[in-house]
């Protein structure tokens, strides 16, 4: 049987309707970055046969609301299967976070990898009601094992954001970069190489 991984792309919070508004009026767009796809696009067919990647579109990212996600998200449910390797990217892994330390999940978790996801820093990142609870003590014992990805260059999520993971769930693995920025890029062979080898562990 397949390898089903759920994969929670990026967003953007608010703390109200005027300030998306007025993030929309003076944000900058090139048709370069409209052209661009990602590493998420391509996920399913670079790890070939013996995957299944499942990545919903999350409702309204450019404005994200917490319970928006989560009732979306909760609509996978009768399709996972125990094993499921669960991957979010920025605010994806944000949601995975605080979703995982409030709700019980209804298959069992192989894997959890939060990739340049913010954690407990509202200074920093706007959250909104994406905010973690204090203790991510639920979190650790229903996420199965625990891999953070991050770059010490990512001008979005600061470095600082994984240590904190790090503070809050011990057990977890760090793997840093060194220039990867905000995880943007075309491929990402090393995510792929971490997920096949979690599949290949019984």
């Not at 759920?6 to 052209?35: N, W």
């Not at 995975?96 to 200074?123: D, M, N, W, Y």
Request: glycine fraction near 6%; proline fraction near 6%.
């Amino acid at each position: 049987m397949s390898q089903q991984i759920v994969l929670i792309h990026g967003g953007e919070v608010f703390d109200t309707y005027e300030a998306y508004l007025a993030d929309l009026r003076v944000k900058k767009i090139s048709l370069e970055r409209l052209s661009q796809h990602g590493w998420k696009m391509g996920l399913q067919e670079r790890l070939g046969e013996g995957f299944e990647v499942i990545a919903p579109p999350m409702p309204n990212k450019q404005n994200a609301k917490y319970l928006e996600w989560e009732i979306w998200f909760e609509k996978l449910f009768p399709f996972l299967r125990n094993g499921v390797i669960l991957i979010g990217h920025s605010l994806g892994g944000l949601f995975l976070a605080r979703f995982l330390s409030q709700q019980t999940f209804p298959v069992k978790i192989r894997a959890t990898i939060l990739i340049g996801a913010p954690c407990h820093t509202p200074e920093e990142h706007p959250q909104a009601d994406f905010m973690l609870p204090e203790s991510l003590d639920i979190f650790s014992a229903q996420a199965g094992e625990v891999i953070l990805m991050h770059s010490i260059d990512d001008p979005v999520v600061s470095y600082a954001n994984a240590q904190a993971y790090r503070q809050c769930v011990p057990s977890a693995r760090l793997e840093t970069f060194e220039n990867r920025g905000h995880f943007t890029d075309e491929e990402f062979p090393e995510l792929e190489d971490i997920v096949r080898d979690i599949s290949s562990k019984t």
